[in-house]
T-cell receptor, first 114, second 117 residues
Framework: QQQVKQSPQSLIVQKGGISIINCAYE??????FPWYQQFPGKGPALLIAIRPDVSEKKEGRFTISFNKSAKQFSLHIMDSQPGDSATYFCAASRRGGSNYKLTFGKGTLLTVNP | NAGVMQNPRHLVRRRGQEARLRCSPMKGHSHVYWYRQLPEEGLKFMVY????????ESGMPKERFSAEFPKEGPSILRIQQVVRGDSAAYFC???????????????FGPGTRLTVL
């Protein structure tokens, strides 16, 4: 059972464009939603995260939009740059007890063309 | 402040051998998580440990796999009698104690890439 579904699988954007990656979750108990960026041969690095008490969070060129009723959240990368080319993973977890484990989407390979 | 450290970065084993993967969490972090990443896949949770305790091992195969986080030293993920299907990247993450302000954030290490011949 895939609890976090991520789309698209791959995305090609021109430099300066907007990259949008979407995720949907099933478990309504999830209350923490991070996005990770991973370059080839490296570990995932936390990019930005949101909790369900807000609908949007922005950090620099990166914005998370969160729709609790639809159980969906998305990552927007404004003014995309070639250096943003990487694989992006959405994830979800919930607090309490042993429930801090992250459930990841399958990832989106982003290519930003110069 | 050093990040999460993992070693070795690359490990080659023949079928039937044992693999030992080590993880040193960030300074001040007392919670360790292990995840496995297969090619073209996202990361899958394996086990969550605190010092000297396994909190959640629901993602770990019942046989051949074990993990520990001793009072002193790094966390160890041990795979006995490796098979080709164990070939993957294994990532360790750490987080602060639960009474800190950013307990949900997990910081990942660079991973150990295991190849089973």
């Amino acid at each position: 059972q895939q609890q976090v579904k991520q789309s698209p699988q791959s995305l090609i954007v021109q430099k300066g464009g907007i990259s949008i990656i979407n995720c949907a979750y099933e478990n309504t108990a999830f209350d923490y939603f991070p996005w990770y960026q991973q370059f080839p041969g490296k570990g995932p690095a936390l990019l930005i995260a949101i909790r369900p008490d807000v609908s949007e969070k922005k950090e620099g060129r990166f914005t998370i939009s969160f729709n609790k009723s639809a159980k969906q959240f998305s990552l927007h990368i404004m003014d995309s740059q070639p250096g943003d080319s990487a694989t992006y993973f959405c994830a979800a977890s919930r607090r309490g007890g042993s429930n801090y484990k992250l459930t990841f989407g399958k990832g989106t390979l982003l290519t930003v063309n110069p | 402040n050093a990040g999460v450290m993992q070693n070795p970065r690359h490990l080659v084993r023949r079928r039937g051998q044992e693999a030992r993967l080590r993880c040193s969490p960030m300074k001040g972090h007392s919670h360790v998580y292990w995840y496995r990443q297969l090619p073209e896949e996202g990361l899958k949770f394996m086990v969550y440990l605190q010092k000297e305790n396994i909190i959640d091992e629901s993602g770990m195969p019942k046989e051949r796999f074990s993990a520990e986080f001793p009072k002193e030293g790094p966390s160890i993920l041990r795979i006995q009698q490796v098979v080709r299907g164990d070939s993957a990247a294994y990532f360790c993450a750490s987080s602060p104690a639960r009474d800190s302000s950013s307990t949900d954030t997990q910081y990942f290490g660079p991973g150990t890439r295991l190849t089973v011949l």
